[in-house]
Nanobody, 124 residues
Framework: QVQLVESGGGLVQAGGSLRLSCAASGRTFISYAMGWFRQAPGKEREFVTAINWSGSSTYYADSVKGRFTISRDNAKNTVYLQMNSLKPEDTAVYYC?????????????????WGQGTQVTVSS
């Protein structure tokens, strides 16, 4: 079965950086896009970023543009999220996602598989 294992979350001060990783296993992922969503306490889950299969196209929520960078290593079936200039409002559980997506990358229902989530806490 497909598994997504996230790592790299933690506690960081505002202005700091974290790098999340998500390793996928259980099948081949040719043509699969990968991405990240997040959910803060009391708020709805929201799109953060996504990357297409080849890595040639990336998509970001306005709230993270210029601060977050998504990348992937298809040889390792792994997606990364480099988060810089973190703000307290970035505090959330971050979920890795994977699916065959060609448009509407920001839609949560476009993805087939979800990780269990990793907590990111940014202190002020």
């Amino acid at each position: 079965q497909v598994q997504l294992v996230e790592s790299g979350g933690g506690l960081v001060q505002a202005g700091g950086s974290l790098r999340l990783s998500c390793a996928a296993s259980g099948r081949t992922f040719i043509s699969y896009a990968m991405g990240w969503f997040r959910q803060a306490p009391g708020k709805e889950r929201e799109f953060v970023t996504a990357i297409n299969w080849s890595g040639s196209s990336t998509y970001y929520a306005d709230s993270v543009k210029g601060r977050f960078t998504i990348s992937r290593d298809n040889a390792k079936n792994t997606v990364y999220l480099q988060m810089n200039s973190l703000k307290p409002e970035d505090t959330a559980v971050y979920y890795c996602v994977i699916g065959i997506v060609y448009r509407a990358y920001e839609r949560s229902d476009a993805y087939d598989y979800w990780g269990q989530g990793t907590q990111v806490t940014v202190s002020s």
